[in-house]
């Protein structure tokens, strides 16, 4: 017996000198080594921008205040609960006191103050606008008070992110991506590969999602991101992006292999319009009469299966009607060239075909600058429009522009057409863009032309009830058909494409929002 108990003893002995005898830093190797080794679910996006500068990569570290179903109704987010008074002047808004930051700080009422006093106007939110006071009341329950009737105040909030105080800097700049959110921003390398990792802590229990660490690679060039997904480099593209962010060339060929998954956001969620936009403060695009021969001289199904691949949507409304403020379903746009032809003649041309030009009074030739942005579907659509344009005698000289020289170009007007900024969901905030701008803008003048459509912004923007928004909604959207400033081609439905070692990925209802909730390894 006791030499068995000292076999036990001596046994011990060893053990204990082998591992005391082990260098420090090689226990700390094998730990790492023992954490690497574990196995973690890796998702690798590939994105256009950089995740700092990515407002849709943004919302993985960053909860809304709110959220919106598909028809962009509120749904209760870190504010759970909300009451208005009778005319839309104060709400009260109750929030989770329970919820804390990546660093463990407590999401405060003076936290969600300063988010909601600081960012409506960097977010373009109309609330900002007429915004009196917000007041902590107690522990959970914060009150904003109005100067004037807003109905859409928990609407906006689902566009206002939880950021710590003094988070912004002075410039408008985030000073950190410390969120509440359910993923962590832990770095980002020389090649630009953003990391996040999950968060363990995460607030919201009912978010599930087998992805523990998200590799974020900026891939700024299309045919570049293309490449990448088809290397293994990323496992999925177009998630990342409000957008359509991939040319149609590439859905179309990568819907022919089996290897790749496609996800086509449903048809009708549309929330933006891609439109030929007209500069209707100077120039020929002046005259009415031109502006709508344009609004009917282009086949938008033609464009789409011939140019775009048959990918998009041809759309004929500036905006989803199937919202509550979108536009009535009989203001709808179509190809008809012979109201084309005969709106040609009102406004003073006399119309000519392939071989004879198109002309004025004076005997002076149409000839048109259309200016796009260099991307594939825009170059590929203005060629279309200009062969369709010369059956009728007129001459549209394209000129393809980077980012300044595009920007320059709206900003100065020095252009006749263009593939302008679309309307989008809610329409709130459209008007609060460029609804309500009269001047040039990054993305040519503001949709403000004339005092009606501003009469009719500001009322939209100061109704006391619903069915007062109702009723100006409409004269916006009668004021724009009857303008044909605009013209709307196609839907912008999203699509993603990804390399299908993922289950549940999918489309957040809300365009700049990236949902990974569901989302698990096959």
Known sequence: ????????????????????????????????????????????????????????????????????????????????????????????????????????????????????????????????????????????????????????????????????????????????????????????????????????????????????????????????????????????LGLSEHAISLPYSAISQLKQNSTYGIIKEPEDNYTSVVILSMNYKEGKMTNPDLRCAFSTMFNSEEIVKTALFDVPNACEYLYNPKYKDGPPKELKYGYDLEAAKKNLEKAGYMVGNENTPTKDKEGNALVLKLVTYNREYQKDMAVYMQAAAAKLGIQLDIQNAGDSTYIDAMQKGEYDLTFGHPWFVPLIDSVGYLGLEENYTDYGPGYCFNQEMKDAGNSYLQANNPEEAKKYSEIIWKVQYEGCINVPIFSDVRYMVHNQKFDGLHFDTVVNQIDLNGVTKK
């Open 1 to 236: 017996m006791k030499k068995y108990l000292w076999s036990i003893v001596l046994l011990w002995s060893v053990l204990l000198l082998v591992s005391c005898g082990k260098p420090k830093e090689d226990l700390t190797k094998e730990s790492t080594q023992s954490e690497e080794n574990t196995e973690q679910t890796v998702l690798n996006i590939g994105a256009v921008r950089p995740f700092e500068k990515s407002p849709e990569g943004s919302t993985l570290v960053f909860d809304s205040l709110t959220r919106l179903d598909d028809l962009y109704q509120p749904l209760p987010g870190i504010i759970y609960k909300w009451e208005h008074n009778a005319d839309y002047t104060q709400y009260d808004l109750y929030y989770k006191t329970d919820i804390q930051f990546h660093d463990g700080k407590a999401l405060t009422g003076e936290v969600l103050k300063y988010d909601i006093e600081k960012e409506g106007f960097l977010y373009y939110c109309s609330y900002s606008y007429v915004l009196d006071q917000v007041k902590v009341m107690e522990d959970g329950h914060l009150q904003v008070k109005l100067k004037a009737p807003y109905l859409y105040l928990v609407e906006d909030l689902a566009r206002i992110p939880a950021v710590p105080e003094n988070a912004w800097s002075e410039q408008g700049g985030i000073t950190t991506f410390v969120g509440t959110g359910p993923f962590v921003f832990e770095k980002t390398d020389e090649g630009e590969m953003s990391i996040l990792k999950q968060n363990k802590n995460y607030w919201n229990k009912e978010y599930k999602t087998d992805v523990d660490v998200i590799h974020w690679h900026s891939i700024p060039d299309e045919q570049t991101r293309k490449l990448a997904l088809e290397s293994g480099q990323v496992d999925v």
